[in-house]
């Protein structure tokens, strides 16, 4: 794994990259429990002219276009939490042309700089929200954003929503870090992941868009891929009903016979069947080898 918490570089990179496709599946799901799905997730293109929403489940060349996908768990009272992640994704969508073309156009602007102005744009928008309406009043939203480059993924993050990377010759790694004190206290090797689950504090945020914080640090940080990793973004429903190793052998496990579930259906329905307390969703990413173009006749 290459990962850089901080480089101060644009998505442009020297040397031509290899051809790469990206191939992706999303779901989410509202659980056992809760009567709404506070979870958004997000999977688009974008190549500085304009944005275009993915289906769940597909495949496209990394050659012309950016990707980014996100998954956003709203918080608030009533239903102003499904509104926050709603809001998180919308902005992405209004806010990623301009990005692309400030970092396509070699203007000097890195990817820390376009991913930070973004997350403060949310979190502007979310705490005046909730300052302008009784009924938005506190709400707020995780959000972990993964931007697709050739050569790099570079991703921005706040809560405790997470993206893992599984590269092709190393285990699971969690690339973000959970915002709230249980959180740290995992990452300085206080507790174990037993521990963390069971802390009474552990949903407890630090860190979130809007939800009332007046100043936001996002988590920014780079990984570089190559053919054969695999990327999982999810919400923390996710990871209340599947530990670390059962993410990873999902993650390498081939489909059964006959079974046509898309990667991200059965991390989340196996989820939601051990747990099913919260709001659950994933996305996966695979980086694969562009297939050779045919030879001309």
């Known amino acids: 794994m290459s990962l ?5 570089s644009g998505p442009e990179a020297g040397g031509t990259p290899p051809p790469l496709e990206l191939h992706w599946s999303g779901m989410t799901h509202v659980g056992k429990v809760r009567k709404n799905n506070e979870d958004t997730f997000l999977a688009l ?3 500085g002219r ?5 289906g769940k489940v ?11 996908f996100a998954v956003s ?26 990005a692309f073309r400030l970092a396509a156009s070699g203007m000097g602007t890195g990817f820390a700089d376009i991913l930070t102005e973004l997350l403060g744009a949310i979190h502007h928008d979310l705490l005046k929200l909730g300052y302008s309406y009784e009924e938005c009043a506190g709400m707020g939203a995780t959000l972990s954003l993964g931007w697709f480059t050739p050569q790099w993924l570079y991703f921005g993050h706040l809560g405790d929503s997470r993206i893992y990377y599984l590269p092709s ?7 973000t870090h959970d915002h709230s004190h249980v959180g740290w206290l995992r990452r300085q090797g206080r507790i174990n992941e037993r521990e963390a689950r069971t802390h009474p504090r552990r949903n407890a945020l630090q860190q979130a868009l809007g939800a009332g914080h007046q100043f936001i640090d996002p988590h920014l940080g780079a990984v570089a891929h190559r053919p054969g990793d695999r990327f999982l973004i999810c919400s923390d429903g996710l990871v209340d009903g599947l530990w670390d ?11 059964a016979a006959g079974d046509a579930r898309s990667l991200a259906q059965r991390l989340v329905e196996q989820a939601v069947e051990n ?6 969703t994933a996305v996966v990413v695979d980086v694969v080898a562009a297939a050779s173009a045919p030879a001309p006749a």
């Open 50 to 54: 304009e944005v275009r929403y993915l």
């Open 245 to 255: 190793r059962q993410l990873e052998e999902i993650l390498r496990a081939p489909a």
């Open 4 to 8: 850089a918490d901080s480089p101060n």
């Open 169 to 175: 010759d190393g285990p699971l790694t969690q690339v």
């Open 73 to 98: 768990d709203g918080m608030g009272g009533a239903k102003s939490g499904e509104f926050a992640s709603r809001i998180a994704v919308d902005r992405i969508t209004r806010l990623f042309p301009r």
């Open 58 to 68: 597909g495949h496209a060349s990394l050659h012309a276009n950016d990707f980014v």
């Open 45 to 47: 293109t974008v190549d």
């Open 275 to 280: 747990s099913g307390r919260d709001n659950t």
